[in-house]
């Protein structure tokens, strides 16, 4: 026969401090705090650099990722959406770089 063990029992807690307390802490949760400041580096980078005669590639970019990087401008992102893109390309590949070059060594 299996014992029952009530969740209180099982699981430590930490006491919480009420919100009016000088103890008490409001942390705000970054995600990828360094790839989004190299993001916005090259973002920077990528509108310096931008010339007319260099006309890039065409690309098929899914409307959902448009639409999101949309928001990025209209929020007060001075970039065009082709900057914020090409970054985030860039980011994405700086961060995997082992797995790009291992993808890549064979061709």
Excluded at 49 to 72: I, M, Y
Aim: charged share 25%.
């Amino acid at each position: 026969m299996q014992k029952t063990v009530s969740l209180s029992q099982s699981v430590p807690t930490t006491p919480v401090e009420a919100p009016g307390s000088s103890k008490a802490t409001t942390s705000k949760v970054t995600y990828g705090g360094k790839q989004w400041k190299r993001f916005l580096e090259l973002a920077d980078e990528y509108k310096q650099k931008a010339t007319v005669q260099d006309r890039g590639a065409q690309v098929w970019l899914d409307s959902d990722l448009k639409k999101k990087l949309e928001l990025l401008r209209a929020s007060g992102m001075k970039y065009p959406v082709r900057q914020l893109l090409n970054a985030a390309v860039s980011v994405f590949l700086e961060a995997n770089k082992n797995e790009y070059e291992k993808q890549i060594e064979n061709i």
